[in-house]
């Protein structure tokens, strides 16, 4: 088993109660060397306070404004410790092994810069909740055009997805990444960009 320390940067603002469960499963997760880093971009709803009250061990950067999901990403990594870095939505649950299935994966390979896990329905873990975007299009019910669902019909989980060659957008789906590989090539501070295109 692998001892890399993973830094899990959760970018958030407002909703304790999505905040609650994402941190109650990351509690569950199997893996030790860990340092969870919740970046809140200035929520009304007490979202400070009750990290601290509830998960003192979390490291908790409270920013004056919200700057967004790229700038909460941003700000995390720029005090993130950790050999790998992961960039989480406050709205997932975790399986208690997933780290160290990608730990050990990117231990194993070093040719592999950045991993991304499958995300599966929340009521139904056969099926895929989204695999990748396709460019940013949105179909008539509002849902991105994505990999493993076509409307609301979501394909069912068989390994179909697994792919070492292949690359898609981040999209919504937590992104690791090896902090060697951003120390050689980007400034930490600015991994998202974070400005808007017309």
Avoid at 16 to 41: G, H, M, P, R
Avoid at 66 to 71: E, R, S
Avoid at 125 to 147: C, H, N, T
């Amino acid at each position: 088993m692998s001892n890399s320390k993973v830094s899990i940067i959760i970018p958030h603002w407002n909703g304790i109660e999505i905040l609650s469960d994402c941190l109650e499963s990351l509690a569950q997760t199997e893996y030790t060397n860990l340092e969870i880093i919740v970046v809140d971009n200035a929520s009304t709803d007490g979202s400070p306070d009750w990290v601290n009250i509830n998960y003192p061990s979390v490291k908790l950067i409270e920013n004056d404004r919200n700057y967004g999901y790229a700038g909460g990403c941003n700000r995390g990594a720029g005090v993130a410790t950790g050999d790998y870095l992961v960039f989480l939505n406050n709205d997932t649950i975790q399986h208690s092994k997933w780290i160290d299935t990608l730990v050990d994966f990117l231990d194993l390979n070093s040719n592999v810069a950045a991993v991304q896990p499958k995300i599966l329905n929340f009521f139904d873990q056969s099926k895929f909740d989204y695999a990748g975007g396709a460019g940013g299009w949105l179909d008539i019910l509002g849902y991105p055009f994505a990999r493993g669902r076509v409307f609301l019909e979501q394909e069912k989980d068989a390994g179909n997805m697994i792919k070492s060659a292949q690359f898609f957008g981040q999209g919504n789906t937590p992104l690791w990444c090896e902090r060697l590989i951003l120390n050689q090539r980007m400034d930490l501070t600015n991994i998202f960009c974070s400005s808007r295109r017309n």
